[in-house]
């Protein structure tokens, strides 16, 4: 499924894959209104304007890390991690090199991104979330 506008100029083309889910949304960088989940332009703030669930128990203030997620694809086009999202990530399970929290991942320029919420990190039912 693709939430895709055809009128994105190829150079401000933002294309998100979520994984394991496989849903991947396009926008044009710069253009989504921040609806106030985590970072403006994060992971977390993309997921929630596109309905795709990413859990995040602290409401994205990087207080937590239930959005915990993996890069897959992108990582050169991503917002470089802080003091405060390292010591969260000391706290994940399954830690990789490529872990980051979705609420302080910042798409910083166009182009492909693929992300995977690791299994054990998909709380279907929690904030009201019907099970699907």
Same mark, same amino acid.
């Given at each position: 499924m693709s939430d895709s506008a055809s009128s994105i100029p190829q150079d401000k083309l933002v294309r998100v894959t979520f994984l394991p889910e496989g849903?991947?949304?396009?926008f044009e960088l710069g253009t989504l209104p921040y609806? #106030?989940? *985590?970072k403006a332009m994060s992971f977390?703030?993309?997921?929630? #304007?596109? *309905?795709v669930?990413?859990?995040h128990a602290c409401g994205g203030a990087c207080a937590c890390s239930t959005c915990h997620l993996w890069i897959k694809e992108g990582a050169d086009g991503l917002s470089e991690a802080d003091d405060d999202e390292l010591d969260r990530l000391d706290n994940v399970a399954d830690q990789q090199l490529n872990s980051r929290l979705g609420c302080q991942?910042?798409?910083?320029?166009p182009g492909?991104?693929?992300v995977e919420i690791p299994k054990w990190n998909r709380n279907i039912v929690s904030?009201?979330?019907p099970l699907q």
């Open positions: 849903r991947t949304v396009e609806g #106030h989940h *985590g977390l703030d993309v997921a929630e #304007h596109f *309905g669930f990413l859990d991942t910042v798409i910083t320029r492909n991104y693929v904030e009201g979330k």
